[in-house]
């Protein structure tokens, strides 16, 4: 698949949804934090998805991931 747009590809924001969807399945695997909310914004140049997170002693935390895609080099 050659990809011909890059602000935002196809492939970053299927990333990006992809990491919305298994929020639960991430949070099984977060050591006993727990995702209390997560945003998404998959319109931008690089889609980001913020994890709102709850520690084992109830402090609150953030984590963004930003999905950048390299260009291809073929």
């Given amino acids: 698949m050659k990809t011909s747009?890059?602000?935002?590809?196809?492939?970053?924001?299927d990333f990006a949804n992809a990491l919305f969807i298994l929020q639960k399945d991430i949070e099984k695997h977060m050591q006993?934090?727990?995702?209390?909310?997560?945003?998404?914004?998959?319109?931008?140049?690089?889609?980001?998805?913020k994890?709102?997170?709850m520690d084992k002693d109830g402090d609150q935390h953030e984590i963004v991931v930003r999905v950048i895609q390299i260009p291809d080099k073929f």
């Fill in 32 to 49: 006993g934090n727990k995702i209390i909310h997560v945003e998404t914004n998959i319109n931008r140049d690089n889609p980001m998805v």
């Fill in 5 to 13: 747009s890059y602000n935002p590809s196809p492939l970053e924001v």
């Fill in 51 to 53: 994890f709102n997170l």
